[in-house]
């Protein structure tokens, strides 16, 4: 089921797929990946995703799409990577409510929110079980830096305590690693002996 409507750019709806047996289906990375013109999908809520290892970029640049169902019930126990999930869903303005999704088995995560700028409040998804908290971490902290870019939010790290400076300058610098991009608007200050 991999990217059965990835890159259709020109897409504005989809027929009814609530429907589909999904109870063995283990891949639904990049469904709607790149459908940029679409407005809608019908409801998924309700597939059963039980045997699903794998979510990647599910909603990867969906810039058109204004909303997304209620996926909080899906079954995500043998989710192992759900990298890049809602990445430059640009118009994205709220998320259900998928705190209490099972993630015993996840291993990756990275850039789960990574670009969503209108998206005002995450879901508290600090109780994951996850194998490498700082990978949870990092993952709101991208989309923190990314809002503090986007919203030109002015940070001077000169007036935080020299634990917190340290910690978003660290947090900044990856990120522009990352993007391979540098930061100028930040006024940046190296606190060495912490």
């Known amino acids: 089921m991999e ?7 020109s897409l504005l709806s989809i027929s009814d797929i609530s429907k589909w047996v999904t109870n063995k289906i283990i891949n639904i990375c990049k469904i709607f990946s790149n459908c940029s013109s679409l407005l809608s999908i019908p ?7 039980n045997n699903v290892e794998y979510m990647v970029e599910l909603f990867f640049n969906c810039f058109s799409l204004s909303s997304i169902l209620d996926l909080s019930k899906w079954k995500t126990n043998k989710i192992k990577n759900m990298n890049l999930l809602f990445t430059k869903y640009t118009s994205l303005v709220s998320l259900p409510d998928i705190s209490k999704w ?14 969503c700028y209108l998206l005002l ?14 990978t949870l971490n990092s993952t709101l ?5 990314n809002d503090l870019i986007k919203y030109e939010y002015d940070i001077s790290l000169d007036e935080l305590s020299p634990e917190q400076a340290k910690e978003i300058d660290k947090l900044i610098y990856d990120y522009e690693f990352m993007v391979n991009k540098k930061i100028d608007k930040f006024n940046r200050f190296y ?4």
């Open 3 to 9: 990217g059965i409507f990835s890159k259709c750019s």
């Open 121 to 134: 409040r995450l879901p508290d998804i600090s109780s994951w079980n996850n194998y490498n908290k700082n």
């Open 141 to 145: 902290n991208y989309k923190l830096i």
């Open 102 to 115: 099972k993630t015993k088995n996840l291993k990756e995560l990275a850039f789960l929110f990574s670009d």
């Open 43 to 49: 409801d998924i809520s309700k597939w059963e995703t």
């Open 191 to 194: 606190y060495t002996d912490i």
